[in-house]
């Protein structure tokens, strides 16, 4: 069973947007935005990304270090978006030991272990998604003026995503959009 922290970093808030003119033709799109938690930062790193971690490890023929530790429990720690340079921050209010290379390598690692995605946000800006596993269909809207990256999730796409792919002959596994915007 879940604690009453687990449960609230899972919910989402139910925010229904209108498009312009969308009332014409009956459509209303209902968008889901994560809701943000103020207990999420006392989220402790699930056991099955630890597990996976480590077999990944095992299977690299690396070691598990105290820093390494402190650094996925602190990109782990929250729901939101990161940028190496934030998870480096957090990782040194954990331990001020931490070096940068280390969370650089680190994050390399939970990238190719896939419990991190990587979004690329242009101009040499790259934030860090570490909620795809629990949600590996949703999608991001990013701000190309601010950074701001909001991440949201539609029934509607989930149905496209469905009906192309199998009318294409394939079977839908995940599904990720990008849309690049303005404030």
């Keep these: 069973m879940k604690s ?3 449960t609230r970093i899972g919910a989402t808030c139910q ?5 312009a003119g969308s009332g014409a033709r009956g459509f209303q799109p209902s968008f889901h935005f994560p809701c943000p938690d103020r207990d999420a930062r006392n989220k402790i790193v699930d056991g099955s990304i630890e597990e996976r971690l480590n077999d990944f490890i095992r299977r690299k023929g690396l070691r598990r270090t105290s820093q390494r530790d402190t650094i996925v429990k602190a990109a782990f720690s929250k729901d939101e ?5 934030e ?3 957090r990782a040194r209010k954990l331990d001020a030991e931490t070096s940068r290379a280390t969370v650089y390598r680190t994050l390399s690692l939970l990238v190719e272990a896939d419990l991190l995605r990587e979004i ?3 101009e040499n800006q790259t934030t860090y998604d570490p909620n795809f596993l629990e949600k590996p269909s949703h999608n ?3 701000c190309i003026d ?3 990256v909001v991440e949201f999730e539609d029934s ?7 009906c192309v792919t199998r009318r294409l002959g394939y079977k839908p596994v995940r599904q990720t959009i990008k849309i690049e915007a303005t404030c």
Excluded: M
């Excluded at 925010?15 to 498009?19: C, D, E, F, G, V």
């Excluded at 978006?81 to 340079?85: G, I, L």
């Excluded at 509607?156 to 469905?162: A, P, Q, R, V």
């Design 146 to 148: 601010c950074g701001r």
């Design 81 to 85: 978006h990161f940028t190496a340079d």
């Design 4 to 6: 009453t922290a687990e």
């Design 140 to 142: 991001h809207l990013v």
């Design 156 to 162: 509607h796409l989930d149905l496209l995503n469905d």
């Design 87 to 89: 998870l480096f921050d």
């Design 15 to 19: 925010r229904p947007l209108r498009a």
């Design 120 to 122: 690329d946000l242009g």
